[in-house]
């Protein structure tokens, strides 16, 4: 038993990660979160007061983060700037939490001698061709397409130099899309979902032909726990569960699972530079650490998706309309 520190833990996955924690060990959990446009207090809502603290602050705040790690005995770091279509628009936010904020934490890491598990993204190995056969691993070659992609790019960098230099006791995990409950509405399922329950169409940029390996979130975080406990310092980790859909049928499958025609949907303006595919091999960490996912039926867990949208409109109305508006003013 221990106290974790997660930062951006007020996020998506970041929150769906500490009710896994809640729920599965005895851990307790500091969320450092600056509860940014994407994060919201909301998602941590009836969780033991006496086990999870939210401080709301930034990562890239030195003092607040030296603090911080002297209370915990381990770090998990999700905060991040996390939007690709955000990061084309204004891509200063991304390197100053990104970059500067990841810079800041592996500092304190370093200072405090502290396990350090950083969370990313299969983004930064670039995208694949519609019929590539291969898939990313943990040694393919990085090749980011976004600022975003590129600020996460960045941050894997510094990691694996911190415990090169220093000596820092820090693990990677690399994961394609999640899904799941606590996502906000500006990204791809969830603003489908809502929309089709706000009696919107849903919006399909370009032809629909982009592929995306979806995991429930769920099994994201029982994959960063199993890290955390038997990873090798210094080793990257692929997490994915052989969830690639192209955009088109995830669009269908919404519109059928909520009962409406199948082609109910709009064609918008393409994302520039939108990657084609993306696809995981988590091999390694299927062999090397024994992990599974459980959600392995995708239409099961996009309905309890749906369903989870349907009974909780006070978390998600809230930013709709400003999301809406926004992707309007580009063409989307
Ligand atoms: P999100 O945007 O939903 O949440 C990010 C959280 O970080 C928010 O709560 C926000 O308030 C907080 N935050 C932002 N800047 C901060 C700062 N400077 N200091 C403290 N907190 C800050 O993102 P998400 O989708 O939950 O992604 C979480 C992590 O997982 C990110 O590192 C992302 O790169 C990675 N990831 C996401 C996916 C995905 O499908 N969403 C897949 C693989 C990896
Ligand atoms: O692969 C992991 C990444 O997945 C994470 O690193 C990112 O943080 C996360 O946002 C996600 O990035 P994507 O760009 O793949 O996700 P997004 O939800 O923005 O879009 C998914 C796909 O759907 C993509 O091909 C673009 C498309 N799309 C998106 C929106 C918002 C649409 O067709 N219509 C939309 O309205």
């Known amino acids: 038993m221990g106290t974790l520190l997660v930062t951006g833990g007020a996020g998506f996955i ?19 979160d600056k509860l940014t446009y994407a994060g919201n207090a909301a998602s941590l809502a009836g969780l033991p007061e006496d086990r999870v603290r939210l401080v709301e602050g930034d990562i890239a705040d030195a003092t ?66 519609l019929d590539d056969p291969a ?4 040694n393919t070659p990085y090749n980011p397409s976004s600022p975003y992609s590129s600020t996460k790019a960045g941050s894997d960098l510094l990691v694996r130099a911190w415990v090169r230099s220093f000596g820092v006791k820090a693990t990677i995990s690399n994961c394609s899309n999640n899904y799941g409950p606590y996502q906000h509405v500006e990204k791809f399922i969830p603003r489908q979902i809502t929309n089709v329950l706000r009696g919107i169409r849903p919006k399909l940029y370009g032809k629909g032909e982009n592929v995306r390996d979806w995991i429930h979130a769920d099994d994201h975080s029982s994959a960063v726990l199993t890290i955390l406990d ?13 969830g690639e859909k192209d955009n088109k049928t995830v669009v269908e499958l919404i519109l059928s699972i909520t009962g409406q025609p199948a082609d109910a949907y709009d064609h918008v303006t393409d994302r520039p530079g939108h990657d084609m595919r993306y696809a995981i091999d988590s091999t390694k960490l299927r062999t090397e650490l024994g992990w599974t996912p459980r959600y392995q039926d995708f239409e099961a867990g996009l309905k309890a998706t749906i369903d989870w949208y349907r009974d909780n409109e006070a978390w998600w109305t809230p930013a709709k309309d ?11």
């Open 64 to 129: 607040l983060v030296d603090d911080l790690f002297g209370q915990v005995d381990a770090v998990v770091h999700y905060a991040a700037e996390s939007h690709n279509d955000n990061s084309l628009h204004d891509p200063r936010p991304f390197l100053d939490t990104n970059i500067v904020g990841t810079y800041t934490l592996l500092e304190a890491a370093r200072k405090h001698d502290r396990r350090f598990h950083h969370i990313s993204t299969d983004e930064v190995y670039g995208d694949l061709e």
């Open 14 to 32: 970041g929150s769906n990660f500490v009710h896994h924690v809640i729920g599965n060990t005895d851990h307790s959990v500091i969320v450092l």
């Open 230 to 242: 038997k990873g090798v310092i210094g080793e990257t980790y692929l997490i994915g569960a052989d």
């Open 135 to 138: 898939r990313f691993t943990e």
């Open 322 to 332: 400003g999301v809406e508006a926004f992707y309007a003013s580009k063409g989307q």
